[in-house]
């Protein structure tokens, strides 16, 4: 019994050298047996949005313009608010208080949404709290900036409101310049640290710059996507259908605690409508992404050829023309090399 005490002592006094010695480096180094007996006293981590997001995950929900990202994004923090699951997804977690950071509406216009032309209002749980700029709150002289001061804002709203999780729509507020790493990477690191300290699970919600809509959606279609995909734990997305402009269909990008199930060949096909003054996605069925993108024609291709040569003309670098038409580079050279022919 006391050569296997010994033996016990001698390993734990092995691991705190260890994390001695690595102690001014940026990486936390231990056995990974070390790892794997202090992940077990965590819980594992349960669904708050089926297989999409799960607790203790960073998440980004992006989409472009107009398609229903704050629509979804409200109706899972309802949700989660009053433990109910929605569009067919497990929810495994029990009723819980969440905050909504609402950077795209104003009360009146969340009003409209969720009532009858402004009669017969939908009743939210009381652990749904919305939160908005302020703009009577003057920024204190301690802050450099209204950034700083947005984000020292956003940790005292966790602690004061004793909340796990959050929904900020969207991140574009948080940071003008989402699509230029250099800004991204504070973002993301603020965010990421945020998660960690408190314990969040947080659900960020971000646009699509100009895509081509003839191709599946992919982790490139995010804006500042290297940089944010890197950072986050998992991300969805919602895209369009061009067989019916009515619908919205849900594709997971990335994920770490699951294995990808709504892929391109099995996306979840919704429609938007409302419902006792509550507007929502509702499921319809599963479905494979192609059937649902823009079908390419001989017109679009003409056009495509037109606005290469001219951007061209104008002295544009081939990657950087097939940035802003959301084309490869080989298809911008293939098409000037044809036309100086």
Same mark, same amino acid.
């Given at each position: 019994m006391s050569e296997l005490i010994n033996k016990g002592l001698e390993h734990f006094k092995d691991v705190l050298k260890?994390? +001695?010695? %690595?102690?001014?480096?940026?990486?936390?180094? !231990?056995p990974a047996n070390i790892w794997i007996d202090e992940a077990k006293s965590r819980p594992v981590p349960k669904m708050l949005f089926g297989e999409f997001w799960f607790e203790g995950e960073l998440c980004i929900l992006f989409a472009d313009t107009n398609l229903g990202k704050s629509i979804l994004a409200v109706q899972i923090a309802n949700s989660i608010s009053i433990g109910n699951s929605i569009c067919g997804l497990k929810l495994e977690c029990l009723p819980s208080p +969440?905050? %909504?950071f609402d950077f795209?509406?104003?009360? !009146?216009?969340?009003?409209?949404?969720?009532?009858?032309n402004f009669t017969n209002h939908y009743l939210f749980n009381s652990n749904f709290l919305r939160a908005e700029i302020n703009p009577d709150n003057e920024m204190p002289k301690s802050f450099e900036s209204f950034e700083d001061f947005l984000y020292h804002s956003l940790e005292q709203s966790v602690k004061n409101g004793k909340v796990k999780v959050l929904i900020i729509d969207n991140i574009t507020?948080?940071?003008?310049?989402t699509e230029k790493a250099k800004d991204a990477l504070p973002l993301m690191k603020f965010l990421k640290e945020l998660k960690n300290k408190y314990?969040?699970?947080?659900l960020a919600l971000a646009h699509t710059p100009k895509r081509d809509l003839t191709r599946p959606i992919n982790k490139n279609d995010l804006s500042g996507s290297k940089m944010l995909m890197n950072f986050c734990?998992?991300?969805?997305?919602?895209?369009?259908?061009?067989?019916?402009?009515?619908?919205?269909y849900l594709k997971q990008i990335k994920q770490r605690n699951t294995e990808q199930i709504y892929d391109s060949e099995n996306v979840i096909i919704c429609q938007i409508e409302?419902?006792?003054?509550?507007?929502?996605?509702?499921?319809?069925?599963?479905?494979?992404?192609?059937?649902?993108?823009?079908?390419?024609?001989?017109?679009?291709?003409?056009?495509?050829?037109?606005?290469?040569?001219?951007?061209?003309?104008?002295?544009?670098a081939n990657t950087e023309i097939a940035k802003r038409l959301c084309i490869?580079?080989?298809?911008?050279?293939?098409?000037?090399?044809?036309?100086i022919q």
């Open positions: 260890a994390e +001695i010695e %690595y102690q001014n480096t940026i990486f936390t180094i !231990k +969440i905050i %909504y795209e509406l104003s009360d !009146k216009q969340f009003e409209n949404r969720y009532s009858e507020y948080l940071k003008n310049e314990s969040l699970s947080i734990d998992s991300s969805f997305a919602i895209g369009e259908s061009f067989q019916n402009k009515g619908l919205r409302k419902i006792n003054s509550f507007l929502q996605f509702s499921f319809l069925e599963y479905g494979d992404e192609n059937e649902h993108l823009k079908q390419k024609s001989e017109q679009d291709g003409t056009q495509r050829d037109i606005e290469i040569l001219e951007l061209k003309k104008l002295g544009l490869s580079e080989g298809t911008v050279r293939n098409v000037i090399k044809k036309n």
